[in-house]
Structure formats: structure tokens, C-alpha cells
């Protein structure tokens, strides 16, 4: 069943009317069609385009209703090259981030100097890429924020949506630059094994994870202190 892979309720879905929308075999044929072409972009989108249509099939438009945010979730989850179109557009977050990781080692007391996406300290020049600004991990982060609304129904609150979203491009962004420094001061001191460590190796994993940690704790922050929460409760007690 469906909701097997994107989180339906069983008995929500089986509810349902069962209701043939003719979209649903044109997106089964399109999926099939993406997925015989054997080319990798293809093969990838046809997996959310057969389940949208299979809901489209099964259910109707009811169906899709419910199983729309999960499918979005899915689709966002599909590798694509979206990301690597972005990233000419990229270059003002790489110099923000070089800058503010600059200034920080300034403040330090080293010797740095920035010239737009590069950094140096005591000569030794680093380049914040793309990716090494975090255009994966802010991707990934805003695609925790989406599912922790998800899990914990608050797509229904719009001060929440708008806070989680916006904090978790704040984290994102703070820790690429604590990242991008601690990488800079590593290569200009000749620390090498200490910046493989954190660039290559299981280091970035952990500061991806810390990272994804802090969203969920910010989560339970605006649980406490969000004054929306507090009414909405009353009402459903009422």
C-alpha cells in the first residue's frame, strides 16, 4: 500500500472512495515511460511520478490530497540536478560566508585576508565553493524542518512554518561559517590532518549531524514559547 513509503494512515487512505482520476494513468504511463528510458535524471523523477499517479488511480483527487505533502517530501528527496543548476547563483552566499569566516579569524588576532570567495591566512589560500558554503546542507536542512512540521502537525501553523524555515537557514548558514573558519585556520596553519578530517572525513559527518540536532532543539524551543500554541490547545479542549 502506499502509505507504506509515504506516511499515510492506513485507515485514512482506506477510507477513501475508491476513484479512477484518467491524469493518473497518463502520470503511470509517463513514470514508466521515465523509467524504460534507462537514463539515471529519468529513472530517479519516475519513482514519484508512478506513486502520484498510482494515487491518482486508486483514489481520485481525494487521494492525492491527502498523500500531497508526503509526496512532496518524496520528490524533494529524488536526486536531480536542481542543485547543481543553482549553483552559479550561489556566489553572494560563498562571499558572505568568506567574509564573515575572515572577520572571525581577524577578531582572532591571525593574519587574514579575503578577496571575495577566497581566504588566506599566512599566505595559504582557501576557496569557499559552492559547497563549501553548505548548499547541500541548507537544502537538507530545510528538508528536516518540512518533515519535522510534518510529524509533529504544525503545517497548520503558519507563525511555526515561517520560524522553523527561516531558523534553520540561520543554523545552516552560522554553521558553515564556524565550518568554513575552522577549515581556513586548519590549511593556514598547516594543521592537514585536522582539515581532512573535517572536510573529507567523518568530522563533516558529525558537524552535519550536530547541525540537524540543533534544528530539532529549536523545534522544541518554539514548542515552549510559541504563543500560538497555547490557544489552539484550548480550543481542541473546548
Known amino acids: 500500500m502506499l502509505f507504506i513509503f509515504v506516511g499515510c494512515s492506513e485507515k485514512k487512505w482506506l477510507r477513501l472512495e475508491n476513484h479512477s482520476h484518467p491524469l493518473g494513468a497518463i502520470l503511470l504511463l509517463v513514470g514508466a515511460g521515465f523509467y524504460l528510458t534507462g537514463t539515471v535524471e529519468f529513472v530517479n523523477l519516475s519513482f514519484p511520478i508512478l506513486l502520484t499517479g498510482w494515487c491518482l488511480w486508486s483514489k481520485g483527487i481525494p487521494g492525492l490530497k491527502l498523500q500531497g505533502f508526503a509526496l512532496l517530501l518524496v520528490l524533494l528527496a529524488t536526486p536531480n540536478s536542481v542543485p547543481y543548476l543553482i549553483t552559479p547563483y550561489t556566489l553572494p552566499l560563498q562571499k558572505f560566508i568568506a567574509g564573515a569566516a575572515g572577520f572571525i579569524l581577524m577578531q582572532l588576532g591571525f593574519n587574514v585576508t579575503v578577496d571575495g570567495i577566497y581566504l588566506a591566512v599566512d599566505g595559504k589560500l582557501v576557496e569557499v565553493a559552492p559547497y563549501c558554503a553548505g548548499l547541500k546542507m541548507l537544502f537538507t536542512s530545510l528538508y528536516v524542518a518540512l518533515m519535522l512540521l510534518h510529524w509533529t502537525e504544525n503545517l497548520n501553523n503558519k507563525n511555526k512554518i515561517v520560524l522553523l524555515l527561516g531558523g534553520s537557514v540561520v543554523i545552516s548558514i552560522g554553521a558553515n561559517i564556524v565550518r568554513n573558519t575552522l577549515l581556513t585556520f586548519f590549511h593556514g596553519k598547516g594543521y592537514n590532518s585536522l582539515f581532512v578530517w573535517l572536510h573529507d572525513s567523518w568530522g563533516g559527518d558529525l558537524y552535519s549531524a550536530l547541525m540537524l540536532g540543533a534544528i530539532v532543539f529549536y523545534l522544541k524551543f518554539l514548542d515552549k514559547y ?13
Request: hydrophobic share 15%.
Open 226 to 238: 510559541d504563543p500560538q500554541i497555547e490557544p489552539e490547545t484550548t480550543r481542541q479542549l473546548d
